[in-house]
């Protein structure tokens, strides 16, 4: 029985492993894409909503395209806004992400979707650079990756070798990175409409942000705010609230939507449909952000590991073939 789990570790390690290394070490990479943002230094109150958001459409014209407000969760975080044009041609074709200090209401920097290096990963990731629709690819390799950690636990549950004990520690997080990316690659179900209203025309006067938030939280005031989202059109505002009791991260929020034109609450939704949920839940997971930074430390050494214990495998294999005096070009298995 050992000697079939070994058979098969080794036609998937050999089959495979020289596309299942660099796609998992992507992976890696792309947990920490956004660890070059800028940190601010907390000095007293922070700014107003409104003023924070004027400082970012000095850069981009307010009904120019769609907005929104990440409101940061540490004191040391900037202020996220994330703007993205109506008319591509007329501005930038990527989503530009606006970082803003939100104690003294200065951009402190700005970048245009994720650049070259990480765009390049991030497709290779996704769909390892291939044209249309690659997503069988993906499943072959998570499935070879499947095979990989399921014989190699077979293999190295008493194991002593440096092999075996860096194999043992790389298994739960390879798992949960599997496991989450599976329900990213699963089909997405028939989109529904996220709106509940579409206003007929572009409202004349626009409240301000401020006020909008203050009149939502004295009807609901345990409510916490996250982000706003405005769209250029005139269609209601959707406002993410963290309830108290509840999981502090996005599957989990309180969706408020306010419509701009007659200043009024349209409809406050609980976390959407289980599926939907499941596969945001799966995003912020294999994403390394229930955690951070330490699930994003785990989930990399799951990568680190990976590539870590195939030089040890091939090394082992060579130095076993070197004792029975086989010549290390015949076939591996």
Not at 22 to 35: E, H, I, M, R
Not at 93 to 118: C, H, K, M, N, Q
Not at 178 to 185: A, F
């Amino acid at each position: 029985m050992k000697q079939g789990w070994r058979r098969l570790h080794r036609w998937l390690v050999w089959s495979t492993g020289f596309l299942l290394i660099p796609w998992v070490t992507s992976g890696c990479l792309l947990l920490w894409q956004d660890a070059g943002i800028p940190r601010v230094r907390p000095a007293g109150n922070p700014a107003s909503l409104e003023r924070l958001l004027a400082v970012a459409q000095t850069i981009f014209p307010a009904r120019s395209g769609d907005w929104r407000l990440v409101l940061p969760r540490r004191p040391d975080d900037p202020v996220k806004v994330v703007y993205v044009a109506s008319d591509p041609f007329g501005g930038p074709e990527a989503p530009v992400s606006i970082y803003v200090d939100p104690y003294r209401a200065e951009v402190l920097t700005l970048t245009e979707g994720r650049g070259p290096f990480w765009e390049w990963l991030y497709r290779f990731h996704t769909c390892l650079l291939l044209p249309g629709d690659s997503r069988w690819l993906l499943w072959v390799l998570s499935a070879a990756l499947a095979g990989i950690l399921v014989s190699g636990a077979q293999l190295s549950r008493r194991g002593k070798s440096r092999h075996a004990r860096i194999g043992r520690t790389t298994i739960p997080p390879l798992l949960i990175s599997l496991l989450s990316g599976l329900v990213l690659l699963a089909p997405l179900p028939a989109a529904e409409s996220s709106l509940p209203l579409a206003p007929p025309s572009l409202p004349k006067h626009v409240p301000p942000v401020d006020e909008v938030v203050a009149r939502i939280g004295r009807d609901h005031p345990a409510l916490e705010l996250r982000e706003i989202l405005w769209t250029a059109d005139g269609s209601p505002w959707r406002l993410a609230y963290h309830r108290p009791g509840t999981s502090d991260l996005e599957p989990a929020w309180t969706t408020v939507w306010f419509d701009p034109g007659h200043g009024t609450i349209l409809r406050i939704s609980a976390p959407p449909q289980p599926y939907t949920t499941l596969r945001r839940w799966a995003y912020w997971i294999h994403r390394g952000a229930l955690a951070e930074p330490w699930e994003r430390l785990v989930l990399t050494w799951g990568g680190i590991g990976l590539t870590m214990t195939a030089f040890t495998g091939v090394f082992a294999w060579w130095q076993r073939r070197r004792r029975h005096g086989i010549p290390a070009v015949q076939n591996p298995v």
